[in-house]
T-cell receptor, first 122, second 112 residues
Framework: DAGVIQSPRHEVTEMGQEVTLRCKPISGHDYLFWYRQTMMRGLELLIYFNNNVPIDDSGMPEDRFSAKMPNASFSTLKIQPSEPRDSAVYFC????????????????????FGAGTRLSVL | KQEVTQIPAALSVPEGENLVLNCSFTDSAIYNLQWFRQDPGKGLTSLLLIQSSQREQTSGRLNASLDKSSGRSTLYIAASQPGDSATYLCALDDSGNTPLVFGKGTRLSVIA
């Protein structure tokens, strides 16, 4: 598997524009997480999904942020309208409670991270 | 609410030195603890994961320990190399496949 794939890697936009970040989780993983990393606050959860259903979106800063997971292989994080304070690195991660061992399923729940999207809002 | 603290925020050591990075947390009821490495401008790479029932995990020159009762974990790096220079993040999972709570990391520089 190619791992968690995020696009774009870099995004530069002007204040007020809509921004859409994309994530393709590892095949077979049933959990997907969106995190945001800033110098001031470090890495913080925005929202996470289980089997495509949002479980906890309490980390979403405000109504300008929305996230969807229309199927098991794709998720989007949208910011509309964007503001300079949204500038950060946005990470997507996926995990599965169990992974295939030699002869059985092994509890793992390791989160695998994408390379991130560096967003700059001017 | 779980809080994770990593001290020091930055560390510089000469090549070859053994070093310890510290992570402390406020709630000992955790599911697992992970140590990640992050290179500048890059994503996170999982180094070691310690399940709640374990005391330590080893991978090559890295050894991570977990003491839930005291709310502490350490990452020991033996014979440090310039290639070890990166930011090291500690993260906790409270109940399994829940969002990770991260420390702010320790930025390590190994000087040749």
């Amino acid at each position: 598997d190619a791992g968690v794939i995020q696009s774009p890697r870099h995004e530069v936009t002007e204040m007020g524009q809509e921004v859409t970040l994309r994530c393709k989780p590892i095949s077979g993983h049933d959990y997907l997480f969106w995190y945001r990393q800033t110098m001031m606050r470090g890495l913080e959860l925005l929202i996470y999904f289980n089997n495509n259903v949002p479980i906890d979106d309490s980390g979403m800063p405000e109504d300008r942020f929305s996230a969807k997971m229309p199927n098991a292989s794709f998720s989007t994080l949208k910011i509309q309208p964007s503001e300079p304070r949204d500038s950060a690195v946005y990470f997507c991660a996926s995990s599965s409670l169990y992974e295939q061992g030699t002869n059985t399923l092994v509890a793992k729940n390791i989160q695998y991270f994408g390379a991130g999207t560096r967003l700059s809002v001017l | 609410k779980q809080e994770v603290t990593q001290i020091p925020a930055a560390l510089s050591v000469p090549e070859g030195e053994n070093l310890v990075l510290n992570c402390s947390f406020t709630d000992s009821a955790i599911y697992n603890l992970q140590w990640f490495r992050q290179d500048p401008g890059k994503g996170l790479t999982s180094l070691l994961l310690i399940q709640s029932s374990q005391r330590e995990q080893t991978s090559g020159r890295l050894n991570a320990s977990l003491d839930k009762s005291s709310g502490r974990s350490t990452l020991y790096i033996a014979a440090s190399q310039p290639g070890d220079s990166a930011t090291y993040l500690c993260a906790l999972d409270d109940s399994g496949n829940t969002p990770l709570v991260f420390g702010k990391g320790t930025r390590l520089s190994v000087i040749a």
